[in-house]
T-cell receptor, first 112, second 115 residues
């Protein structure tokens, strides 16, 4: 059972480039979310989804897009990378509202 | 709007002693869930414990318990018999139905366990 798989683990982008962070889970979880973690600021919610075809914005959605065409996959797209998007990105999923998240191992993104 | 506050940036505890990590929250919903997560220095996020707003008993999971005081809007994590491996960042989080069950995290508390 793989859990939540995030790829890549590390990435360096140049300002203005775009890329997609991949997230896949094999637990048939309905809830999926993307967070970014910056020093001293905890985890901030970027986008989230409560099921296939349903997504919504979190606390810091600007500069990011998501889609949820299947239950398993929840990719995060950076439209035009900026140095302010340098961060560690976590994808997480849970089965129901009363269940804790299972997190992916994270993607460390550096934008130069 | 949802808000989670963790006022202790860092805490020290002696090995084998108990420690309480504070968490207060703000919500206008009657139904919500509260969570605690642990992040060791290796970086992974680990779910520890869950408390529902309608649960009458405080949640417990092994050495972890959640001291839930609904009227004060607090959800403190108590770790009993601290171990060196408990040294980590600890995050409090809340999920509520309003706004589509999104989960918001606090800024975290770094716990240091001393031998």
């Amino acid at each position: 059972n793989a859990g939540v798989t995030q790829t890549p683990k590390f990435q360096v982008l140049k300002t203005g480039q775009s890329m997609t962070l991949q997230c896949a889970q094999d637990m048939n979880h309905e809830y999926m979310s993307w967070y970014r973690q910056d020093p001293g600021m905890g985890l901030r919610l970027i986008h989230y989804s409560v099921g296939a075809g349903i997504t919504d914005q979190g606390e810091v959605p600007n500069g990011y897009n998501v889609s949820r065409s299947t239950t398993e996959d929840f990719p995060l797209r950076l439209l035009s990378a900026a140095p302010s998007q340098t961060s560690v990105y976590f994808c997480a999923s849970s089965y129901l509202a009363s269940y804790g998240y299972t997190f992916g191992s994270g993607t460390r993104l550096t934008v130069v | 709007a949802q808000k989670i506050t963790q006022t202790q940036p860092g805490m020290f505890v002696q090995e084998k002693e108990a420690v309480t990590l504070d968490c207060t929250y703000d919500t206008s919903d009657q139904s919500y869930g509260l969570f605690w997560y642990k992040q060791p220095s290796s970086g992974e996020m680990i779910f520890l414990i869950y408390q529902g707003s309608y649960d009458e008993q405080n949640a417990t999971e092994g050495r972890y318990s959640l001291n839930f005081q609904k009227a004060r809007k607090s959800a403190n994590l108590v770790i009993s018999a601290s171990q060196l491996g408990d040294s980590a960042m600890y995050f409090c989080a809340m999920r509520e139905p309003t706004g589509g069950f999104k989960t918001i995290f606090g800024a975290g508390t770094r716990l240091f366990v001393k031998a």
